[in-house]
């Protein structure tokens, strides 16, 4: 069984460098999907998640999604979006480290990012991170959540024990740190701040469907 992998990057460089990053980061064998624009990346999903049955010769679904976020008119940020139910990994690469780039793809349901220009070990060892699970949050990034559901005034918000977790990562710890403070294992840790950023998903396109 092969990983089926979407690339989704506008610059042909950094394509081919995020190829050598995923055929990098993964023993088995691999079914790259390579695309440029966001017709032809809604085109690649939609084969891969046959509205029925009957469909003949279906692709695979993805199992990981590189979606590229420095595209002109949010097409990244679209592509998330449209496809709120996808099952694969979605995690979006960007030039910016920046929580005004990073905390919108969160909150429609981004797994995690890859910076495009950290050295090329460095990347594969973070797609290998947030494939097994690796909380997508930097403190800056923890610290918007935490004003999101504070500014929102959210019901049924973040759990007492989410939100201890959100301060402390917020302050820079690390969920090591965290583990022991809280006196919880790194794995719980982990699981809160992912219940954390489902109900940011969550709610936010909730907010998409009122509009």
């Not at 081919?16 to 980061?25: D, K, N």
């Not at 496809?83 to 905390?103: M, N, R, W």
């Not at 969160?106 to 909380?135: C, M, N, S, W």
């Amino acid at each position: 069984m092969s990983v089926n992998v979407l690339i989704f990057e506008q610059n042909p460089q950094t394509r081919t460098f995020l190829g050598r990053v995923v055929s990098e980061s993964f023993s088995d064998a691999l079914a790259l999907t390579q695309v440029s624009d966001l017709a032809s990346a809604r085109q690649a999903i939609l084969s891969s998640t046959p509205a029925d049955e009957s469909s003949t010769s279906p692709q695979p679904p993805f199992d990981i999604l590189l979606i590229d976020l420095d595209l002109p008119d949010h097409a990244g940020l679209d592509l998330l979006l449209a496809f709120p139910t996808c099952q694969g990994v979605k995690i979006v690469t960007s030039l910016y480290a920046d929580d005004e780039h990073l905390f919108p793809a969160l909150k429609l349901g981004a797994d995690g990012y890859l910076l495009k220009e950290e050295r090329f070990e460095v990347v594969v060892e973070t797609l290998q991170k947030i494939v097994r699970g690796k909380p997508p949050l930097s403190p800056a990034l923890a610290r918007r959540l935490l004003a999101y559901f504070q500014e929102e005034d959210l019901e049924g918000g973040l759990s007492a024990v989410e939100r201890d977790v959100l301060t402390h990562l917020s302050r820079g710890f690390s969920v090591k740190e965290v583990a022991g403070l809280l006196k919880l294992r790194w794995l719980a840790i982990n699981g809160h701040i992912h219940a954390a950023c489902k109900k940011l998903s969550e709610s936010a396109r909730a907010s998409e469907r009122l509009r």
